[in-house]
């Protein structure tokens, strides 16, 4: 491997300019003639539009042009889609209703966009997005999953009766209600999935340059898969073909899904530019990335769990309604279906498990994939309810488990997923060892000298990462392939560049990439570029999302790899004049293994551009590109504990320790890796004690729209977080990766309630679990 | 932000007769609450009259028990104070607690009384402390002055330029803060001293600060916290909201009351 291969704990290459502010943004782009663009934003939940009057806003100075959402559907542009279309159970399509990237006729939510003012300054844009008068005329309103399905809702699309977008199911439900009728004991819940604002550093940014004498759009926007924007914007919105539209991600700070979808405003400020031709540049406040970036989780759920006379599991059954917002986002019906229902084995050996998913429109802003996206809410409800049985059983939660696991590999389960490796008892053994589970009770029973309630939590979670094969997806309603694309330069002097179709917003593919690089070929990684997020420059790509950019993206490169070393061997052994079998390629050197014939790693590039001296037929250059699908999901797995204390007077929760076990496979940079587990478990522990979403039930307004009402968790609130691996590597993708992005988001919610459920001796708490929460459920 | 018309005064003479030729002028203190007012277009002064500048508002002096922080003095300044820090520990402890160190610094004792936001900390210690609140016109006691949510006893124009409050024996003042915005959701600030025990209250009341007349009866025949396990806090009067129901906020108010005893000694 060498200092800087794979495993090597190294400082990210990127961290120079993010740390010194030299980070270049969305926003940071200025292109010649400029203008600003705002939103006009419907204030109303829901309102039917009867009349848009432009004059005032047209009379603002600095104001060039108020666009709406008539005028873009004379210019054709699209309506927003779903990219993944899911069957209802009666073998109906599901319900879309029209999103249009500006309303017409009614909005849906507040926040829903209605029109756009393009001024020389964003100050200008402001003022005249204020002074245009929108008559609406207000409808009824519904922000509640639960309420939004009852009889006599008010119907937010003409095309979902009883806002009903599909009723899906997964599995048997006859054998499953045969083993819940000869059980020995089940354990039933009814849990929520608290409603998330992803938070993403930076607000979501656009800016739309059409060129009008070469008929050519460009976009820089905050995205984690700028081609499949450009995809999606060309075949479906009819912004521009492919080949007249280029789409730039520059450095992104944070998406966490969020930035996954193509939302109204790209479209729009692209197609403003075209009709104003000017260049149009949005950025959002912080009070529009609260109202209007895709929300997370939101759901509503009902577990039974069936075990037999030796407490074994013999069956599950889950019922969930899903809110999926005013309008149906780009990957909203895959995460609480395909991506959900497929994990609600979770490690456990069940033969039967059915579940039932009902999604709903409601008037609340689009809900889709958050850090996770449907496997932290299959593993909220399976570890709670593991939790439950064990303290209904009267039996140790871990030894519950335990008994449980699946302990041989591969695991077909039937929800879909085949389980390729693990080793789910390795992870709870490190956990319990870390965390000192044996000691517990003494601890507790000192906290009580001091008057908190102390408890402990288990969370044994798995979920699925890559998101593969591309034909399995596609079988299951995907819109896309979902494998990646790599090309592997070999420049004339032998410094590399990797172009990849994955993008990097934090998670430092810029230095992780590169020590595969190293490893492969023993040169530094200041010789290695990453190249990514610009259409121009890189092919085609999926992007990132679903931890999948190890696990997929960097099995590309290596492929590339292998197809580059291949050919520089060829170019070494013509050259050191052996046999192409016995060339290695070792410390930036090409060797011929047993003897001390070598030859520098630049030589052989030179070679290879040169031309002068090749192996006969050969062309000229080192250029490999791959495409890479893997064989099938990967199963990152591990075990979180949690211990808290709480304060019966003030129902404060405080996280005294927390333990994460992970099994990740092969780990390429160790200390990028607890920075993932440490982000995403600071995230788990916000949903499950701080943050949550909240609507107006009579007006629709959004209650938590900033700061000072939606609760991030800050250092203050976070325990320093105990991390450690196990490893099984995956046989799915040559590097044997797994995934670790969103492990922490998924596994530590059910870790956290369980343990304060433990403390208090209430299991009935939902999250967030706020020191009002927790107080009520003491005293109530 | 709309525009609006900038005017820094040099005196208090002068920042009165400004803000009284001004349409709709608003007073700028520390601007920790006006100008992100503003900057959200919730608030549009036609002018905006910097008190900032103005040496006269600034200052801590102790003479005997008799403290006076002038009205521009920032939290910072008061949390730093050794002056203060030796009168009334309390009162530089609840300072150094308010906001983060960027309000603190620009954030002042005046502003923040003015303002009379019901989740802010100041208004607590002044009713507590028994607090004279000095104007350019008059004097005002805080039992007087804060007369409900965001409302004062302050006319049009008239500028605060001190508080004088008599150290106290003992005080201590404990906030619960608002999981989100970390103002208060209950702050009790618990004074004893020549006049007896008061306990003001912030953050709770549904019509702001208020002073809690049962302990304060409890706690001047016994000071203890288990002089308050006698007393109830009707939760009729409390504050409810998305973090905190009225019912949870009257518990914290005995809670944090009871804190406060014990951490005043």
């Known amino acids: 491997m060498g200092a800087e291969g794979i495993g090597a704990r190294i400082a990210r290459k990127e961290d120079k300019r993010f740390i010194t502010g030299k980070g270049r943004y969305t926003d940071d782009m200025v292109v010649p003639g ?103 005329e207000e409808l009824p309103s519904v922000t509640d999953s639960t309420a939004a399905i009852a009889e006599g809702a008010p119907q937010i699309h003409e095309n979902a009766p009883g806002n009903q977008i599909f009723d899906w199911e997964l599995g048997d439900s006859t054998t499953v209600d045969a083993a819940l009728a000869s059980a020995a004991h089940i354990t039933e819940m009814d849990v929520v999935n608290n409603r998330l604002i992803p938070n993403a550093m930076e607000p979501r940014a656009a800016l ?64 403003a530019s075209k009709r104003t031709d000017v260049p149009v540049k949005w950025v959002a406040d912080r009070t529009e990335s609260f109202m209007c970036d895709a929300h997370g989780r939101d759901h509503v759920s009902n577990i039974k769990i069936a075990f037999d006379s030796e407490n074994r599991i013999t069956a599950i059954k889950v019922d969930t309604l899903a809110n999926i917002g005013a309008y149906m986002s780009l990957f909203s019906s895959a995460t609480p279906t395909y991506l959900y229902a497929t994990l609600l084995s979770g490690q456990y050996n069940v033969a039967n498990i059915h579940a039932n998913v009902r999604t709903v429109y409601t008037n609340t802003a689009p809900v889709d994939a958050y850090r996770g996206a449907g496997r932290p809410e299959a593993c909220y409800l399976i570890e709670r309810a593991m939790e439950t049985a064990a303290r209904e059983l009267g039996v140790d939660p871990a030894e519950l488990r335990r008994k449980n696991f699946i302990t041989e590999f591969p695991h077909q389960t039937p929800v879909i997923m085949a389980y390729d490796a693990g080793d789910f008892g390795a992870s709870l053994d490190a956990a319990m060892q870390a965390a000192d589970y044996s000691g517990f009770a003494a601890r507790k029973a000192e906290a009580a000298g001091r008057g908190k309630l102390r408890g402990i939590g288990l969370s044994c979670y798995i979920e699925a990462c890559g998101i593969a094969p591309s034909q399995a997806v596609g079988s299951l309603g995907a819109g896309v392939g979902l494998w990646e694309s790599a090309e592997v330069r070999v420049n004339a002097v032998g410094t590399i560049e990797v172009l990849t179709g994955s993008h990097s917003h934090g998670q430092g593919h810029e230095t992780t990439f590169a020590q595969l690089v190293a490893d492969r070929l023993g040169v530094g990684i200041d010789t290695v570029s990453i190249v990514h997020g610009d259409t121009d420059k890189v092919q085609m790509g999926m992007g990132t999302y679903g931890s999948r950019s190890g696990a997929v993206g960097m099995s590309a490169i290596s492929v590339a790899l292998d197809r580059v070393e291949a050919k520089a061997k060829k170019i070494a052994a013509h050259l050191l004049e052996a046999d192409e079998a016995d060339i290695v390629i070792e410390g930036g050197e090409l060797k011929v293994a047993g003897t001390d014939k070598t030859l520098p790693w630049f030589q052989m590039a030179l070679a290879a551009y040169t031309a002068h001296n090749l192996p006969e037929g050969m062309e000229p250059g080192l250029k490999e590109t791959a495409f890479f699908d893997p064989a099938n999901f990967t199963f990152p797995a591990g075990c979180y504990i949690c211990e808290v204390e709480v304060d019966p007077d003030t129902g404060v929760t405080d996280v005294i320790q927390f333990v994460a076990a992970d099994d990740f496979g092969t780990i390429i940079n160790p200390m990028i890796v607890e920075g993932q587990v440490h982000g995403g478990v600071a995230q788990g522990i916000g949903q499950a004690l701080l943050e949550g979403c909240a609507y107006d039930p009579q007006s629709g307004q959004l209650l938590t729209a900033s700061y000072m009402d939606y609760t991030m968790p800050r250092a203050d609130d976070l325990p320093s977080i105990d991390v450690s691996t196990t490893k099984t590597e995956s046989p799915s993708n040559p590097l044997g990766m797994k995934g670790c992005g969103e492990a922490g988001a998924i596994g530590s919610p059910p870790a956290v309630i369980n343990a304060i459920t433990d403390a208090i001796g209430n299991n009935d708490l939902t999250m967030p679990a706020t020191p009002q929460a927790v107080w009520a459920a003491i005293n109530g | 932000m709309y525009k609006t018309n900038y005017h820094r005064a040099s005196s208090v003479e002068e920042a009165a007769s400004l803000i009284a030729g001004a349409d709709d002028g608003k007073l700028l203190a520390g601007g920790q609450t006006l100008i992100p007012t503003m900057k959200q277009r919730l608030a549009a002064p036609s002018d905006v009259v910097d008190l900032r500048h103005i040496a006269d508002l600034k200052g801590i002096s102790v003479a005997g028990s008799q403290v006076t922080i002038g009205a521009g003095t920032t939290h910072a300044d008061v949390a730093n104070s050794a002056e203060i820090r030796s009168a009334c520990p309390a009162l530089a402890d609840l300072a150094s607690h308010i906001g983060d160190p960027h309000v603190r610094n620009m954030g002042t004792i005046g502003g923040s009384i003015a303002n009379n936001d019901p989740a802010a900390d100041y208004p607590a210690a002044m009713v507590a402390l028994g607090a004279t609140i000095h104007t350019n016109s008059r004097e005002i006691s805080a039992d007087d002055f804060f007369v409900g949510m965001f409302e004062t006893a302050l006319n049009d124009g008239e500028i605060i330029t001190a508080v004088s409050f008599n150290a106290p024996e003992k005080a201590a003042y404990q906030k619960f803060p608002n999981p989100a915005s970390r103002y208060a959701m209950t702050g009790v600030f618990v004074a004893k001293g020549a006049g007896g025990v008061r306990v003001g209250v912030t953050g709770a009341g549904s019509d702001g600060v208020f002073r809690a007349t049962d302990m304060e009866a409890a706690l001047g025949a016994n000071f203890s916290g288990g002089a308050l396990d006698a007393t109830s806090v009707d939760s009729s009067g409390m504050l409810s909201d998305l973090h905190g129901s009225s019912d949870y906020r009257a518990n914290l108010v005995k809670v944090m009351a009871r804190r406060a005893v014990e951490a005043a000694g």
């Open chain 1, 34 to 136: 400029m203008k600003h663009a705002m939103f006009v934003r419907s204030p109303h939940a829901h309102a039917k539009i009867n009349g848009i009057d432009k004059s005032a806003a047209l009379a603002v100075p600095g104001v060039i042009d108020v666009l709406d959402g008539q005028q873009l559907t004379e210019d054709g542009i699209g309506s927003l889609i779903c990219g993944w279309a899911i069957t209802s159970k009666d073998g109906s399509p599901m319900n879309m209703g029209d999103w249009r990237p500006l309303a017409t006729g009614k909005v849906r939510y507040v926040g829903d966009a209605v029109a756009i003012v393009v001024a020389d300054t964003r100050a200008q844009a402001r003022e005249g997005a204020e002074k245009v008068e929108v008559d609406y």
């Open chain 1, 208 to 271: 739309g340059h059409y060129n009008s004498a070469e008929d050519h759009y460009t976009c820089w926007t905050t995205s984690q898969n700028p081609h499949v924007a450009r995809l999606v914007m060309s075949a479906f919105y009819n912004v521009a073909p492919e080949n007249k539209l280029r789409v730039i991600a520059p450095d992104v700070g944070g998406g966490f899904g969020s930035k996954i979808y193509i939302y109204p405003e790209e479209i729009v400020c692209l197609w």
